[in-house]
């Protein structure tokens, strides 16, 4: 992990507030998710920023759901989110709901009624957007403007009261219809909505809007840092309005970039459309940007809050290279995860010199990375072994380290082999390798004194266990597919997800759990899939072990 780094922009500020004494050296942020869809990794980087803000400097996060827009939100988003927050290794300090607050918002928005500050205006959407101008040219007031007070409470309640349809009233606030920020020309406040809600049922049917809402739900939780990405900065004028025409706790907002990953598309919108047109096998497929996808393809959450910490806290949006994400998973699975092999493309290798029905235990490490080793597992030798086809080459060309007609190779943790023969069918596919071995040549007590250059893995033919293996690719062709013409989803990569429905694992494979992915010698890291049964294992590949994409 990277300890040492200087201050990003926000824990300067937090370092200043506490210096200052403000909040009586109090630190609580909160995470804000709608729960109108599962977490990405976007969502990943403000869990990290909020959370780790607080826990450095001994503070608190609450979780905070904000669920004001009934008709999207649902309690399955709900828990989903919670699993994956605490899967990424944070705790809570509160779980609240925006919506366990709208009987003050309503109260809030009373007060500003009687202050003059807020109107209920009857325009239609389009009135409304046509009066409010240009960034160039100001708006234009309309009669509902000038309401009296008295008029704006009973039409307030009445809305509350279910006596109009959605979209005859709003309550809009009364700023400035000429500021340049056209979000101070009278917002909305609150619109009508018949519509039940996951939480409150029918009892409401309006619904504060998000300016409405976020600020005072802060202030009403005492939140002391309130951190968001940058689209909301123009939104700030109004967090600030509202808390001071209120006088409620002075939260402050803070801005910093949202992660834009390539490859892939992160808005929870159009996530929503690949699960429901069917392109992927839900919200969790291992080719997802989402946290339950990234933790079906094997990711740690040690991995993504690393990925998280290398991304820093930027003020300007940018791009990052998914090539980050994957050098993080491959570099904490390089330190945890088990050795393993496992013959995904097999062809069959007889020993003729190996004695017919004689089987051996070897050993192998579970990881050599690890300082005093992670301990070994049994892997049973026979005289028909599974190999890579492409581990074998009839006529090896120079530079071919692998096994060829009258040349050795290792097998791992065995012995060393010379290829001797082959047998092909009627169209010239080789079915069968035979080779010879070095019985001196033992791994662990090789007294051959013969080098060879490349080591290939196997599996024994009569332990072998068969096994799916899922490999996946980017899930998109382009690097921001959301910035293409047409539509994102025509730029799906075909190809994202190869089946392997042959492979040979080692006996030991049977042992493996989903969450505690495995290296595949010189194949890639893999982990158990959720679809596995106990007569058909299904692995994914989590990452190659090399950087291999190739740019289109
Ligand atoms: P999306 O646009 O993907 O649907 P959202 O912003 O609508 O995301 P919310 O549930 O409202 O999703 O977001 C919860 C929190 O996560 C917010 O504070 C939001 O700013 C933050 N967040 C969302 N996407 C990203 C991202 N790509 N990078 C960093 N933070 C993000
Ligand atoms: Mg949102």
Redesign the pocket.
Do not use: Q, V
């Given at each position: 992990m990277s300890e040492e780094r200087s201050l990003n922009f926000i824990e300067e500020i937090v370092e200043e507030d506490l210096a200052a004494g403000k909040n009586g050296g109090r630190v609580l942020t909160r995470?804000?998710?709608?729960?109108?869809?599962y977490?990405?990794?976007?969502?990943a980087?403000?869990?990290c920023?909020?959370f780790g803000l607080a826990k450095k400097y001994n503070g608190q996060t609450n979780l905070r759901f904000?669920d004001t827009n009934p008709v999207k939100e649902d309690v399955e988003y709900v828990d989903s989110i919670k699993e994956d927050v605490k899967w990424l290794g944070f705790e809570w300090a509160n779980e609240l709901y925006a919506s366990d607050y709208f009987d003050n918002l309503y109260d809030f928005a009373v007060l500003l009624i009687q202050k003059g500050l807020a109107y209920v205006d009857d325009s239609t959407a389009e009135e409304i957007a046509a009066q409010k101008g240009t960034p160039t040219e100001p708006g234009k007031g309309n009669q509902y403007r000038n309401r009296s007070v008295e008029e704006n409470l009973q039409l307030f309640a009445d809305m509350k009261d279910g006596k109009y349809p959605d979209g005859a009233k709003v309550l809009r606030a009364k700023i400035d219809l000429a500021s340049p920020n056209m979000l101070l020309r009278d917002p909305l406040m609150y619109r009508i909505k018949h519509a039940h809600h996951h939480r409150t049922g029918d009892k409401w049917c309006i619904y504060p809007m998000y300016d409405f809402a976020h600020g005072q739900s802060d202030a009403i939780e005492e939140i002391t840092h309130s951190?968001?990405?940058l689209e909301?900065v123009p939104h700030r004028a109004l967090y600030d309005l509202f808390i001071k025409e209120l006088e409620i706790f002075p939260s402050k907002q803070y801005e910093?970039?949202?992660?834009?990953l390539n490859y892939t598309v992160?808005?929870?919108?159009k996530?929503l459309q690949l699960v429901e047109d069917g392109f992927v096998d839900g919200w969790d497929d291992p080719r997802m940007p989402t946290i339950s996808g990234l933790r079906r393809r094997g990711y740690t959450p040690a991995s993504i809050r690393e990925f998280c910490e290398r991304i820093g806290v930027a003020k300007r949006e940018n791009m990052i290279d998914v090539g980050l994400l994957e050098f993080c998973i491959r570099e904490d699975l390089n330190k945890t995860a088990w050795r393993r092999m496992a013959v995904l493309d097999p062809v069959k290798l007889v020993i003729d010199n190996y004695a017919e029905g004689q089987t051996e235990i070897l050993h192998g490490e579970n990881n050599p990375e690890v300082e005093g080793g992670d301990g070994s597992r049994e892997i049973p030798f026979g005289k028909e072994l599974w190999i890579e086809r492409e581990d074998f080459m009839e006529v090896p060309p120079k530079k071919y380290f692998r096994l060829g007609i009258g040349t050795m190779v290792r097998l791992k943790n065995a012995y060393i082999i010379k290829g001797e023969s082959v047998v092909k069918d009627a169209d010239g596919n080789i079915t069968e390798i035979h080779c010879t071995y070095i019985p001196e040549s033992k791994s662990g007590s090789d007294t051959s004194g013969i080098n060879v250059k490349g080591t290939i893995h196997w599996i024994s033919t009569e332990h072998a266990k068969e096994a799916e293996v899922r490999m996946y690719d980017r899930l998109f062709q382009v690097e921001d597919p959301s910035n293409e013409d047409g539509d994102f989803k025509d730029y799906i990569n075909p190809n994202s997800l190869q089946i392997l429905d042959k492979v040979y694992i080692e006996p030991d494979l049977a042992n493996a759990v989903a969450g505690k992915p495995v290296q595949f010698i010189r194949k890639g890291y893999f982990t158990l899939d959720k679809n596995s049964t106990a007569g058909k294992l299904v692995f994914n590949r989590t990452v190659t072990l090399k950087d291999g994409w190739v740019k289109k």
């Open positions: 995470f804000p998710p709608e729960p109108n869809g977490l990405h990794i976007g969502h980087k403000s869990i920023l909020n904000d951190i968001c990405t909301f910093f970039a949202r992660l834009n992160m808005s929870k919108r996530l």
